[in-house]
């Protein structure tokens, strides 16, 4: 099968709680997921006031979504998993029309192409099915700890370094993915706030997405701290936009 671009799409949301817009976002695209449904109450915290003073000191909030196949994948608070059509190109450029899986609101900023993938939709479907099963629940929403930037990390590792990840010593890298996008998620979780749950851990998380305990090679590497073959190297592997650093010692 060919290769096609794995593009994140990034939207800046200007206000409201962060859980709340998840929620909204996931109503929306409730009807092209998996047929979740139903309303979900909303909420409005004094935080919203502060988003503007955040966003001026690098803090600013965002939301993600992963395009991969022509499908476009999130994670809303509520309901987990998400899948709808990719935002038009009206959209994209700026213009009108309504974008289903987004929050209300949040403003498109840009498309970011992170890298080539040659894994077929078939392939997809069990890295999505996997996250779901696992890390990325109908009910694992949080927003310092596990939001929709951290599946979009996570589900990008998955599929742009899904060879590599069979390998015990292999570090994925995702050069091309902007770090500023969870910056203010990573500074609450490193603070200490709100660490009631589990913190997502995307290289983890992206091995098992990949049923990497399972495949030739799993454990096998010379030694645990050096550095393994490149993602660009496997038969079913994807092309990161920039290559994988070698893990230190």
Known sequence: MSSEDVILHVYELHAGNGAQQQQQQSNAAASSSDGDGGSTSQQQTPAAALLPILRRVGLGTYHTSLEVR????????????????????????G???????????????????????DLDRGKINELIRRMRDTS???????????NCNHFTTTLAM????????????????????????????????????????????????????A?????????????????????????NGSKVAASSSKKKE
């Open 70 to 93: 022509s499908r476009c994948y999130s994670y809303a608070a509520g309901h987990g998993i998400v899948q709808s059509d990719p935002p038009s190109a009206a959209i994209i450029g």
């Open 95 to 117: 213009g009108s029309g309504t974008d289903s899986h987004a929050p209300t609101n949040a403003q498109y900023s840009q498309r970011i192409v992170l890298g080539s993938t």
């Open 136 to 146: 990325f629940t109908t009910t694992g929403y949080h927003l310092l700890n596990r």
């Open 158 to 209: 998955a599929v742009l370094h899904y060879d590599g990840l069979a390998d015990a010593g292999y570090t994925p890298k995702l050069d091309e993915y902007p770090s500023w996008i969870n910056r203010l998620a990573r500074t609450g979780t490193g603070l200490g706030c709100l660490n009631d749950t589990d913190i997502c851990d995307p290289v983890r998380e992206a091995r098992v997405a």
């Open 211 to 235: 049923g990497a305990e399972s495949r030739v090679g799993w454990g096998l590497s010379s030694k645990p701290g050096n550095a393994s073959k490149s993602a660009a190297d496997g038969g």
